[in-house]
């Protein structure tokens, strides 16, 4: 080995020490990519499992769920998770517009959720007050985790399903720190029911 | 003073007692109103300084915690409000607003303390670094020096040969 390979050598070696003693600084300036941001809200039935998701209800009885966020932003959320109830021609949110649905929020979570972790929260339901006549169901009356909700959703029968279907709605919000304020994190989940005598 | 006379001040002085009875009900619900858009101004305070708590490099799982409890307070004082079941509203909407606070005041103190520790691990960082490549460059040119020397002495102490037709 002539000692110009040496140089060529040393100075290689060199180069890539200087890297690697300066690489702590390095990462000081430059942070790594952050990858896929988003929101998940999910509900289960009450054996934490999708079996025993009611779907055929009627009133009078309780029925219980489990509604779950997971904050997979980055950082610690602040979410809004809205309960709505409306029949199966109401409005649904809006994926492409990213706007959630115009009926009326009748009960509300707020969970402040670390970043990766998971929140949950049993969900309890009951159509307290409910009609049948003449091809038309009437509930009156439904209760959200024990709180008493006086509604009107008339519904006609669905004679090409066969069935009252109504949609149980969750829709999922976040609180914008920068802007101070709430926005619909374009996330819902959604239980069909179908009402039954 | 005339019959009318007295039915007309009874008539007032009824209309005047009826008044904060009748009152009383939007008082109570402005009350309500007013605690819980208190204890939700606090939740987005303390959560955004939570946040920049969080950014700092705090660990915030115990801070965020406790804002949750507030923040299931608020949401319950919100649902029943919106029932009209305003018995237990104002007092929720009380302890969320003093968690809240607690949390506002003490997410501040470890943002603080998150950005001074960061910029002292960021300054010893830096200094490591500095002295760290110093000395690699010092210890790579001695081991160049000998190596050159080395080099030196070998080409001095070896012989002349002629060679006969080297190209």
């Known amino acids: ?197 | 003073m005339n019959k009318h006379t007295i039915i007309a001040i009874i008539v007032i002085l009824f209309v005047l007692i009826m008044m904060p009875i009748f009152h009383l009900p939007n008082v109570k619900a402005s009350e309500e109103t007013v605690g819980i858009q208190a204890a939700d101004a606090s939740i987005n305070q303390a959560f955004t300084n939570v946040l920049a708590a969080e950014k700092a490099g705090g660990n915030v799982t115990q801070l965020l915690a406790q804002l949750n409890t507030a923040g299931a307070l608020l949401a319950e004082a919100d649902n029943n409000y919106y029932v009209g079941n305003l018995e237990n509203v104002t007092s929720s909407a009380n302890t969320a607003r003093s968690i809240a606070n607690q949390v506002n005041s003490d997410a501040i103190g470890l943002r603080n303390s998150s950005i001074i520790r960061s910029q002292k691990i960021g300054l010893f960082t830096v200094v490591f670094s500095v002295i760290s490549i110093t000395i690699f460059i010092a210890v790579m040119f001695l081991v160049w020096q000998r190596l050159k020397n080395g080099s030196n002495r070998k080409f001095l102490a070896s012989k002349p040969v002629v060679a006969e037709n080297a190209d």
């Not at chain 1, 140089?7 to 300066?22: D, E, K, P, Q, S």
């Not at chain 1, 809200?41 to 779950?68: C, E, R």
């Not at chain 1, 519904?155 to 802007?179: A, I, K, P, Q, R």
Request: glycine share 6%.
């Open chain 1, 1 to 197: 080995m002539q000692i110009k390979d040496y140089r060529n050598l040393l100075i290689a070696v060199t180069l890539i020490g200087i890297l690697l003693f300066a690489s702590p600084v390095i990462a000081l300036f430059i942070k790594p990519p952050v990858g896929e941001q988003f929101s998940v809200i999910y509900m289960l039935g009450k054996n934490h499992t999708f079996d025993n998701v009611p779907f055929n209800v009627q009133a009078g009885i309780q029925y219980s769920l489990y509604l779950g966020v997971v904050n997979q932003m980055g950082s610690s959320q602040y979410y809004t998770c809205s309960v709505k109830l409306g029949d199966e021609n109401s409005s649904l949110p809006d994926t492409t517009l990213e706007t959630p649905s115009s009926l009326p929020a009748l009960y509300e979570y707020k969970a402040l959720v670390l970043g990766g972790a998971t929140w949950e929260t049993p969900l309890t339901f009951q159509i307290t007050n409910a009609s049948f006549t003449n091809n038309v169901c009437e509930l009156y009356g439904i209760a959200l985790n024990e709180i008493q909700y006086s509604i009107d959703i008339p519904l006609f029968w669905d004679s090409t399903h066969s069935g009252y279907y109504y949609n149980l709605l969750v829709e999922l919000s976040t609180y914008n720190s920068t802007t101070e304020s709430i926005y619909y994190a374009n996330r819902y989940v959604l239980l069909a029911l179908n009402m039954t005598q």
